[in-house]
């Protein structure tokens, strides 16, 4: 009779054990099979494909990176190259107006840096003894004229090799000593030409619409309205630039400068308001 309280705790203990022990619901895995088969997935998979994922991320901003910089060389490569072109199509505008300048004028007289030639080459005439003894040739001294002239070919030509900058500080140098020489009013449509390559708007402006206050009568000034009408158009002020090419085509109709200004005036017409 003693050994029955003691078989009903034991019989007790292992209910209890069995109400405390964890329930594990295997109905989501397949049935039959090993036991390990049943066994539950490891949580080590999300670990792995976040961390691969990560390093993607990591590899794809690199290369984006890289992206950006072969982007920031291009554009300044290319921006390079308009302001080249710019300075060629600046080069070739002026030589080709030259040559239809030439063309459409009457043949020069012949000029004291280019003499004439004689009709016929004169008969050898036999040497006599001089009388006196005669001074060597001496050539001539450089005049301030060719010194002017020097200048406004250097500051040109570095403007042509696209040194913008070099240019613009020779161009005013060599108005600020003698804005009247005889090659001030290239000079001075070539600075605003310079200004306006290197994007210095206000500057070029200025330079330009000094061209037409200083010298009215410049072969220059065609060429100069037509400057200003490209940049007021570029501002998108339509009613101005439409002005100055017109003005362009009235003053100057034969010349390559009214060419432009009616297709740039065309240009602007065709766009609707």
Same mark, same amino acid.
């Given at each position: 009779?003693?050994?029955?309280?003691? =078989?009903?705790?034991?019989?007790?203990?292992?209910?209890?054990?069995?109400?405390?022990? !964890? @329930?594990?619901?295997?109905?989501?895995?397949?049935? +039959?099979?090993?036991?390990?088969?049943?066994?539950?997935?490891? @949580?080590?998979?999300?670990?792995?494909?976040?961390?691969? =994922?990560?390093?993607? %991320?990591?590899?794809?901003? @690199?290369?984006?990176?890289? $992206?950006? +910089?072969?982007?920031?060389?291009?554009?300044?490569?290319?921006?390079?190259?308009?302001?080249?072109?710019?300075?060629?199509?600046?080069?070739?505008?002026?030589?080709?107006?030259?040559?239809?300048?030439?063309?459409?004028?009457?043949?020069?007289?012949?000029?004291?840096?280019? !003499?004439?030639?004689?009709?016929?080459?004169?008969?050898?005439?036999?040497?006599?003894?001089?009388?006196?003894?005669?001074?060597?040739?001496?050539?001539?001294?450089?005049?301030?004229?060719?010194?002017?002239?020097?200048?406004?070919?250097?500051?040109?030509?570095?403007?042509?090799?696209?040194?913008?900058?070099?240019?613009?500080?020779?161009?005013?140098? $060599?108005?600020?000593?003698? !804005?009247?020489?005889?090659?001030?009013?290239?000079?001075?449509?070539? %600075? +605003?030409?310079?200004?306006?390559?290197?994007?210095?708007? +206000?500057?070029?402006?200025?330079?330009?619409?000094?061209? $037409?206050?200083?010298?009215?009568?410049?072969?220059?000034?065609?060429?100069?309205?037509?400057?200003?009408?490209?940049?007021?158009?570029?501002?998108?002020?339509?009613?101005?630039?439409?002005?100055?090419?017109?003005?362009?085509?009235?003053?100057?109709?034969?010349?390559? !400068?009214?060419?432009?200004?009616?297709?740039? %005036?065309?240009?602007?017409?065709?766009?609707?308001?």
């Amino acid at each position: 009779m003693k050994k029955l309280p003691a =078989l009903l705790l034991f019989a007790s203990s292992f209910a209890l054990a069995d109400s405390l022990a !964890p @329930v594990i619901d295997n109905s989501a895995y397949p049935t +039959g099979g090993s036991a390990a088969a049943r066994t539950p997935i490891a @949580v080590s998979a999300p670990m792995n494909s976040t961390f691969e =994922l990560m390093t993607r %991320l990591d590899e794809a901003q @690199v290369e984006i990176q890289q $992206l950006n +910089g072969k982007l920031e060389e291009q554009a300044n490569l290319i921006a390079e190259m308009k302001k080249k072109q710019s300075v060629m199509n600046a080069d070739f505008d002026d030589r080709l107006q030259q040559v239809e300048t030439k063309l459409s004028g009457s043949k020069p007289a012949a000029s004291a840096e280019t !003499p004439a030639l004689p009709a016929k080459e004169p008969e050898p005439v036999e040497a006599t003894p001089p009388t006196k003894p005669v001074a060597s040739v001496v050539p001539p001294a450089a005049t301030p004229a060719d010194e002017k002239k020097q200048q406004y070919l250097q500051a040109f030509e570095a403007f042509r090799n696209g040194q913008v900058a070099e240019a613009i500080t020779q161009f005013n140098t $060599l108005l600020s000593k003698d !804005p009247s020489n005889l090659y001030a009013n290239n000079a001075q449509f070539w %600075l +605003g030409k310079a200004y306006r390559v290197s994007k210095d708007t +206000g500057s070029a402006k200025k330079a330009f619409n000094t061209v $037409l206050e200083k010298y009215p009568t410049s072969q220059k000034v065609p060429d100069t309205l037509l400057e200003l009408g490209m940049i007021e158009m570029d501002a998108k002020n339509s009613a101005r630039a439409k002005e100055l090419f017109t003005r362009v085509i009235t003053d100057f109709p034969n010349s390559k !400068p009214a060419q432009v200004a009616a297709k740039k %005036l065309q240009q602007l017409n065709d766009v609707p308001n």
